[in-house]
């Protein structure tokens, strides 16, 4: 179950990043605009979450 969790949030977190990087760049209006902020949030969040859990972890073995 955990694995079927990681696996989906880096789909997720490429998928972000792809977004990103193939965007055409010209503005083509807000909905592109907030779904542009929406993945670079997500580029940030999603490395950011997986640190925090690991240590969590790491401090739940102590």
């Given at each position: 179950?955990?694995e ?35 993945a670079?949030?997500?580029?940030w969040a ?8 690991l240590?969590?972890a790491?401090?739940a073995l102590?």
């Amino acid at each position: 179950m955990v694995e079927t969790k990681l696996i989906n949030v880096l789909i997720l977190w490429f998928v972000a990043a792809t977004f990103l990087q193939t965007s055409s760049g010209s503005g083509d209006g807000p909905l592109l605009l907030g779904m542009s902020f929406l993945a670079l949030g997500l580029l940030w969040a999603i490395p950011a979450y997986f640190v925090v859990r690991l240590f969590g972890a790491v401090g739940a073995l102590d």
